[in-house]
């Protein structure tokens, strides 16, 4: 067994031709023409080493999964406790991990949000969630954005944008897909059949849109006005990424359904889940196991979720991701000033960050600078002009200038 530590027997070059034996040649073929060509090793805090022993600031941290950075103590204390007296559980039997876990979601979601499944993975939560909706309205029809990402399975496969779908159709039917930030276009696409109105409450792979105040507003009124439930995606938006719990706390919106997941793995231990009102539990009367899923629930990860959502709620802990944003923020305006040939502006709340370029070229030129100058942070898919900058929220002021000089350096080596 190789040592994969940065300065174990592995190299970068040994790790991708294993990678391109055994995983795929065609993916490390194309990483390498991405520039991300080196392989992960050691990581601790916000950093992680390739196995040449480059260290790089994680401002990618996996879309949130490392929101408390890398190998969090408290989780893996946590986690290490929980193996010395249970396995995953058995997903037939209740649990009372499992309910001990979702009532600590309880106690920080939004409204009357008050029932949790647990899933296995982001994309998983939205197949509960929406069929969650199906069953209870009856109703076959979903509506969501353009450049939307929910996972690549199921439905959240067939409402994602056609990037990710277009070689596996057939799709599930019933999607219809409106613009973002258009509440007219949401209030035409509603029809009687509708079941579920789906958004990502900031939509991430579409480069960290901030919707306007009052938009959500008028979401939840023409949901409620048409028998439509309200689901949100938070799987990178929530658990304090955005400065507070959950990003619909920025408009107070209560949703439906509520779905979450990468950051309440810890890091270290794979589980998301859905969040849902009362009116929705109803369902479950008609179908009380309404996903049978061997690994939903698993009794480690929802240890874990406690532990997460102890460390969010700790004092100070939000006002730490806060005033690491404004010192963003004071950066980012100063680079815009500095280089508006290269750089139009930049948005986002808390760590939630997008340096929006004049091009899709100049979105993957600021990426290959970024990575070269040991900051990990990739484009948006669904908007390549833009740098998606999401480190770890436990990042400390003087990491922020470390990645701002990296990133200043990395502007200016762009060619305009
Ligand atoms: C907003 C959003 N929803 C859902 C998912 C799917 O989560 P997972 O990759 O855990 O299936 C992702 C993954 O990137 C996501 O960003």
């Not at 795929?24 to 992960?40: E, M």
């Not at 998301?272 to 479950?284: A, D, H, I, M």
Request: aromatic share 8%.
């Amino acid at each position: 067994m190789p040592k994969q530590t940065s300065n174990g027997s592995m190299s970068n070059e040994d790790a991708l031709k294993l990678n391109a034996r055994y995983i795929s040649s065609s993916r490390v073929s194309a990483y390498q023409a991405y520039g991300l060509d080196f392989v992960q090793g050691r990581r601790e805090g916000v950093r992680i080493w390739d196995l040449d022993g480059n260290s790089f600031i994680n401002c990618r941290s996996s879309g949130g999964v490392f929101n408390f950075g890398h190998r969090p103590q408290f989780a893996i204390d946590a986690l290490k406790a929980a193996l010395d007296e249970i396995d995953m559980g058995d997903w037939l039997l209740l649990s009372p991990y499992r309910a001990l876990a979702a009532r600590a979601l309880a106690e920080i979601l939004p409204g009357d949000l008050q029932y949790t499944f647990f899933t296995a993975s982001g994309a998983e939560a939205a197949e509960c969630a929406v069929k969650l909706a199906r069953g209870l309205t009856r109703r076959p029809g979903i509506v969501c954005l353009e450049n939307g990402y929910h996972g690549h399975v199921g439905f959240g496969l067939a409402m994602d944008d056609e990037i990710y779908n277009q070689w596996y159709r057939p799709l599930t039917p019933g999607i219809t897909r409106v613009p973002m930030n258009d509440v007219d276009a949401v209030d035409r696409a509603i029809d009687d059949s509708t079941a579920v109105v789906c958004m990502e409450t900031i939509p991430a792979t579409a480069g960290y849109i901030v919707p306007p105040d009052g938009y959500f507003e008028r979401i939840r009124e023409i949901c409620n006005n048409r028998g439509a439930l309200l689901m949100l995606d938070e799987v990178q938006c929530g658990m304090g990424r955005t400065g507070k719990f959950w990003a619909a706390d920025h408009w107070k919106v209560v949703p439906d359904l509520l779905m979450f997941g990468k950051s309440t793995s810890g890091g270290i231990y794979p589980i998301s889940g859905c969040c849902y009102s009362e009116k929705v539990e109803n369902f479950l009367k008609a179908d009380p196991i309404f996903h049978p899923s061997s690994y939903s629930g698993a009794e480690p990860g929802t240890v874990v979720v406690c532990e997460v959502i102890k460390k969010l709620t700790e004092p100070g802990f939000l006002d730490h991701v806060n005033n690491m944003s404004r010192k963003f923020k004071l950066g980012f305006d100063d680079l815009c000033a500095r280089f508006p040939d290269k750089l139009v502006e930049h948005r986002g709340l808390g760590l939630m960050l997008a340096l929006e370029t004049h091009s899709e070229e100049q979105g993957f030129a600021l990426m290959r600078q970024a990575v070269a100058h040991r900051i990990l942070a990739v484009y948006a898919n669904n908007r390549r002009s833009s740098l998606l900058i999401m480190p770890p929220l436990i990042i400390s002021s003087d990491e922020v200038d470390e990645v701002l000089s990296g990133l200043e350096a990395s502007v200016k080596a762009m060619k305009a």
